[in-house]
């Protein structure tokens, strides 16, 4: 039906359209049948054929080298999407006294973080945390402003103890956490000058932890696992965890109990006398071993610390009167004096009259011309004595002596920071120098220097380096025994004995009598100099002095075993007890005792002890 004109169509029209749709048919059929042509599909199967043998050949190469070369990188990948690797942080060594005690250790702390993209209210979480660490309303503004940075680490508390990161952890904050972190610890705060310091990181950068580092420092170890897509851990066939390894120990000469003894002894006399600084050591005279190395020295607040550092091997200083014991050892030694050698002695004396450097040297006590026997000058510390005894040997012979007594150079303890100390070449001294170098000005020495030097007496003659550490203990226990002292012959036997004689009656009859110890003899010799000042002058811009008093003995005095200096530094200059014979004699005195009474020290069987009256030959006593 024609829906325009709503007429039916014929039915021939109808049949008409169907053979025409019919006949298109047919001719399409004949076109893809009997019509086609070979030579029309060959090219495209051709290609088709490559196309596909070249993508097959691609597969196959791409595949072998995912298996072969490039599988380590893919490898990699995977690991990393479904590894997590812990770095186990070795334990750092410890360091030991002679008995294994320890003198710092290794002690678990955690160290609290934050992760700034995670923290939801900083300004709270900082005034949350505020409270437990007990911070400072600016310390509390700061933490808040690192809570808003873009990183993704902050240190909250590093290396905090257990306590303070539990109350921290137990606010629950998000992006707060921790994690195990060891920190140091030593026995004793008196310890810190000569045992130092660590940083957070466990490194070693002062005193015996810095000079020991590689030794003490362990290799650290890694722990690797395996999670799935929801970070629980899955088992594996492999474990690729390396397990740390801790450093070795230290053990050193230190006696533990002695050096806390020392340090108190020290820290007692030094607050008394309202002094800068002091010192003590004690040595082994025959090994040159370390028992107590001691400095305190008065903070802002005007306690004492050890805080400081260990002036001990880092600081030099003009030795004054004890440097008199080089001078007279290599006199007698040289045999240009005898003990009884006599010198006629001014109290007073100008040198270098009509030159630049004139000036008058009194002497240790006002006196008239007097005469002086060797014995005499060194027990009553005769400055104008011991120069007469120097003047009977070339400036470069006492020079030379110097040098083998130690002095100009480091020892082979090699403490960080130590110092060389100061003794020119003698065709370098200068005015008054040529004269004073005799008697401790003109040359400067450590601690260190100078109880190695006086040690020389007490060892026989023979120069024993100082030295710190007995062994180290690795990993596995075993002990590794370090190497003995370093020696040297410096004057003969004979001498030393004559001026352990000699520095004995310094403490029975001359300036160290508070150095006496009850039924025993002990020698040494005192020290009083004068420090020089910023302005070149021995004294301060108000006309005073500043002093600095010492004593260096060693007991017994006929066979010792101990070799102790003692040094004050500034003491009251307004005191009567400034001199070495006050300030640091009866330091040595208390120590002696503490050595006597922890190592059971006896005298021989010919030592009686100081005799009661001052030999004649000595004269009155000044």
Request: glycine letters at 8%.
């Amino acid at each position: 039906m024609n829906l325009v004109t709503g007429t039916r169509r014929p039915r021939s029209d109808a049949r008409q359209a169907s053979e025409i749709v019919r006949e298109r048919a047919r001719k399409a059929t004949k076109s893809m049948t009997t019509d086609l042509q070979g030579g029309q599909i060959r090219p495209r199967l051709v290609a088709m054929y490559l196309l596909v043998t070249v993508m097959l050949l691609a597969m196959l190469l791409r595949t072998g080298y995912l298996q072969t070369i490039g599988s380590g990188q893919y490898r990699e990948a995977s690991m990393d999407q479904r590894t997590r690797v812990s770095t186990d942080r070795a334990e750092r060594g410890s360091i030991l006294d002679r008995q294994g005690l320890e003198l710092a250790l290794p002690v678990p702390t955690r160290t609290v973080f934050a992760d700034p993209s995670a923290i939801v209210d900083p300004i709270a979480t900082a005034r949350a945390l505020a409270g437990i660490l007990q911070n400072t309303p600016e310390e509390e503004i700061a933490l808040a402003e690192k809570l808003q940075s873009k990183g993704s680490f902050v240190f909250i508390s590093r290396q905090a103890s257990q306590e303070i990161a539990d109350a921290i952890l137990a606010l629950q904050l998000p992006g707060i956490s921790s994690y195990r972190e060891a920190s140091r610890a030593i026995t004793s705060e008196g310890l810190r000058a000569l045992v130092g310091r660590t940083d957070p990181d466990g490194v070693g950068i002062a005193g015996l932890e810095m000079l020991f580092n590689e030794t003490l420092t362990g290799v650290d170890g890694k722990s690797v696992r395996e999670v799935n897509s929801k970070g629980q851990s899955i088992a594996t066939g492999t474990d690729e965890s390396v397990e740390a390894i801790a450093g070795s120990d230290l053990v050193t000469t230190i006696d533990r109990n002695i050096q806390f003894q020392v340090d108190t002894i020290l820290t007692q006399q030094t607050a008394r006398l309202s002094a800068k600084s002091g010192t003590a050591i004690v040595m082994d005279s025959k090994t040159g071993e370390i028992y107590a190395m001691s400095t305190m020295r008065r903070n802002e607040d005007g306690t004492y610390s050890a805080d400081s550092g260990n002036f001990a091997a880092v600081e030099a200083y003009e030795p004054g009167s004890v440097a008199k014991v080089f001078s007279i050892s290599a006199a007698l030694n040289e045999g240009t004096v005898q003990t009884n050698s006599t010198f006629k002695v001014p109290g007073a004396q100008t040198f270098l009259k009509g030159t630049e450097w004139q000036a008058t040297i009194k002497d240790a006590y006002p006196h008239a011309l007097e005469d002086m026997s060797v014995r005499k000058i060194l027990v009553d510390s005769s400055n104008l004595g011991t120069i007469q005894v120097a003047q009977t040997m070339p400036p470069q012979k006492l020079h030379d002596y110097l040098k083998r007594f130690g002095f100009g150079k480091k020892t082979d303890l090699s403490f960080p920071g130590e110092s060389n100390g100061l003794l020119a070449d003698a065709d370098k001294w200068r005015g008054l120098e040529k004269v004073t170098t005799s008697y401790g000005y003109g040359y400067a020495s450590s601690a260190l220097q100078l109880i190695a030097g006086v040690n020389v007496v007490a060892n026989g003659g023979t120069y024993v380096a100082p030295r710190i550490v007995a062994a180290t203990i690795d990993k596995d226990g075993i002990n590794h025994p370090a190497a003995p002292s370093v020696t040297r012959p410096v004057i003969k036997p004979e001498t030393a004995a004559t001026m352990r004689t000699l520095m004995s009656e310094v403490v029975c009859f001359g300036t160290a009598k508070l150095a006496k110890i009850n039924g025993l003899t002990a020698a040494g010799k005192t020290g009083t100099g004068y420090k020089r000042q910023d302005n070149g002058t021995y004294l301060k811009d108000d006309g005073s002095r500043a002093y600095f008093a010492s004593f260096v003995g060693f007991l017994p005095a006929d066979e010792p075993r101990f070799t102790v200096l003692v040094s004050i530094d500034e003491p009251d200059p307004a005191s009567r007890d400034r001199f070495g014979g006050t300030a640091a004699a009866p330091v040595f005195a208390n120590i002696a005792q503490v050595l006597i009474n922890e190592l059971d020290i006896r005298p021989s069987a010919t030592d009686a002890g100081c005799p009661a009256n001052r030999p004649a030959e000595l004269g009155p006593s000044h």
